[in-house]
């Protein structure tokens, strides 16, 4: 062996160790010439890590979708519930509304005679009693608690002013004093407007901002009841005149005094064109066409159920309309208005008639109607 070969074993023999201890190298896509040892570790696995961040969100996903799930069925639940308790609520409102017009109605019937009147006021006071029992008995949700005694107070006013009218008549049948009379009546009469406050404040408006707190989307509106449409119908003035007719009506029946109702002019609405018997008026015809009737009380007492007619001739057959005023006092002026006239006569002389009926007892009816000639226009 010569020394040349004891070089090549000494080369041979640190070559392997090299390659026995030296880091694996990269295989490269080339021709395999030399590159450095990887920085690099091995590689790990990504599609687990995936799988778990996937999973994660779904979880996450699912528990969102079933706490909206259960807000918008609580959500539908409370509004069902609240729509249920307001149809009931509606039924026994809606009935106070009727009596409220039966007395209304009541209390301006010609003629009206003292046991008549105390006999149909009696029992408009125990349908009343019977509604107030009714509403007592309706179980209104949790957060409509305090709004739903409102409710019940209201119809417990609307007794307690019926009761008191019905006391009152009866108390003072032998009396002559109509002034302090009808001074109590409209003082008992103020339970009844007290309960259309009660209703609409802290009932209807209340329960309508409860619900929407309370987050019951897509609820109704609380119901209304208005008891008392013609305030005018309860004052002190009004309660007097109902007084004196009803003991009147009492004592014989046949209408004593000065009685008249006359026709105290016609205007066009929305013009404000004020017709006139003896010259043409020329009206320009739209949807908002009406005629606003005045009527006055010319005679001195208090007339009731006063009809006024509004005709304008017509082929094949006449517009004919129809109002009545409930109560008009001595020297009083109210108005009716009529609308709705799609189908007038264009372009031809026509007139517009109108007359008020004779009140019982009246004996001058040389006022009471008047015919107006108009032309209708398109404008």
């Given at each position: 062996?010569?020394?040349?070969?004891d070089?090549?074993?000494?080369?041979?023999?640190?070559?392997?160790e090299?390659?026995?201890?030296?880091?694996?190298?990269?295989?490269?896509?080339?021709?395999?010439?030399?590159?450095?040892?990887?920085?690099l570790?091995?590689?790990?696995?990504?599609?687990p890590?995936?799988?778990?961040?996937a999973l994660?969100?779904?979880?996450?996903?699912?528990?969102?979708?079933?706490?909206?799930?259960?807000?918008?069925?609580?959500s539908?639940?409370?509004?069902?519930?609240?729509n249920?308790?307001y149809?009931?609520?509606a039924?026994?409102?809606?009935?106070?509304?009727?009596?409220?017009?039966d007395?209304?109605?009541l209390?301006?019937?010609?003629?009206?005679k003292?046991?008549?009147?105390?006999?149909k006021?009696?029992?408009?006071?125990?349908?009343?009693?019977?509604?107030?029992?009714?509403?007592?008995e309706?179980?209104?949700?949790g957060?409509?608690t305090p709004?739903?005694?409102?409710?019940?107070?209201?119809?417990?006013?609307?007794?307690?002013?019926?009761q008191?009218?019905?006391?009152?008549?009866?108390?003072?049948?032998?009396?002559?004093?109509?002034?302090?009379?009808?001074?109590?009546?409209?003082?008992?009469?103020?339970?009844?407007?007290?309960?259309d406050?009660?209703?609409?404040?802290?009932?209807?408006?209340?329960?309508?901002?409860?619900?929407?707190a309370?987050?019951a989307?897509?609820?109704a509106a609380?119901?209304?009841?208005?008891f008392?449409?013609?305030?005018?119908?309860?004052?002190?003035r009004?309660?007097?005149?109902?007084?004196?007719?009803?003991?009147?009506?009492?004592?014989?029946g046949?209408?004593?005094?000065?009685?008249?109702?006359s026709?105290?002019?016609?205007?066009?609405?929305?013009?404000?064109q004020?017709?006139?018997?003896s010259?043409?008026?020329?009206?320009?015809?739209?949807t908002?066409?009406?005629?606003?009737?005045?009527?006055?009380?010319?005679?001195?007492?208090?007339?009731?159920?006063?009809?006024?007619t509004?005709?304008?001739?017509?082929?094949?057959?006449?517009?004919?309309?129809?109002?009545?005023?409930?109560?008009?006092?001595?020297?009083?002026?109210?108005t009716?208005?009529?609308?709705?006239?799609?189908?007038v006569?264009?372009?031809?002389?026509?007139?517009?008639?109108?007359?008020v009926?004779?009140?019982?007892?009246e004996?001058?009816?040389?006022?009471?109607?008047?015919?107006?000639?108009?032309?209708?226009s398109l404008?």
């Amino acid at each position: 062996m010569t020394a040349h070969d004891d070089d090549a074993l000494d080369f041979d023999f640190v070559d392997d160790e090299t390659r026995e201890t030296a880091p694996s190298r990269r295989r490269g896509s080339g021709d395999g010439g030399g590159r450095g040892p990887s920085r690099l570790g091995p590689q790990q696995p990504v599609t687990p890590l995936l799988r778990l961040v996937a999973l994660i969100a779904f979880s996450i996903l699912v528990v969102v979708l079933l706490v909206v799930w259960a807000d918008g069925c609580q959500s539908t639940k409370q509004r069902d519930a609240y729509n249920a308790y307001y149809e009931k609520v509606a039924v026994v409102g809606s009935g106070s509304v009727k009596i409220g017009k039966d007395l209304a109605t009541l209390l301006t019937t010609p003629g009206l005679k003292q046991a008549e009147l105390e006999q149909k006021l009696g029992g408009l006071v125990q349908q009343q009693q019977l509604g107030a029992k009714q509403s007592q008995e309706i179980d209104p949700p949790g957060p409509l608690t305090p709004s739903h005694e409102h409710a019940i107070e209201a119809l417990e006013l609307r007794v307690s002013g019926m009761q008191g009218l019905l006391d009152t008549f009866k108390a003072t049948a032998s009396s002559s004093d109509s002034a302090t009379a009808g001074q109590e009546l409209a003082a008992r009469a103020q339970r009844l407007e007290a309960s259309d406050v009660v209703w609409a404040d802290l009932f209807q408006a209340q329960a309508d901002l409860t619900a929407a707190a309370e987050g019951a989307d897509g609820a109704a509106a609380a119901p209304a009841s208005v008891f008392i449409t013609n305030v005018d119908l309860y004052t002190a003035r009004s309660m007097t005149a109902i007084w004196q007719r009803v003991h009147g009506a009492s004592t014989g029946g046949t209408p004593t005094g000065l009685h008249g109702s006359s026709l105290a002019g016609t205007t066009v609405t929305p013009s404000g064109q004020q017709l006139s018997p003896s010259t043409e008026t020329t009206i320009q015809v739209s949807t908002e066409l009406g005629f606003e009737v005045a009527v006055t009380n010319s005679g001195e007492n208090q007339e009731v159920q006063v009809e006024v007619t509004l005709t304008i001739p017509k082929q094949p057959a006449p517009i004919v309309k129809k109002a009545t005023i409930d109560l008009i006092d001595p020297g009083e002026t109210k108005t009716v208005v009529f609308k709705d006239f799609p189908e007038v006569p264009f372009g031809e002389k026509t007139t517009v008639q109108v007359s008020v009926k004779p009140v019982p007892g009246e004996s001058n009816t040389s006022n009471n109607s008047a015919e107006y000639p108009v032309i209708f226009s398109l404008g």
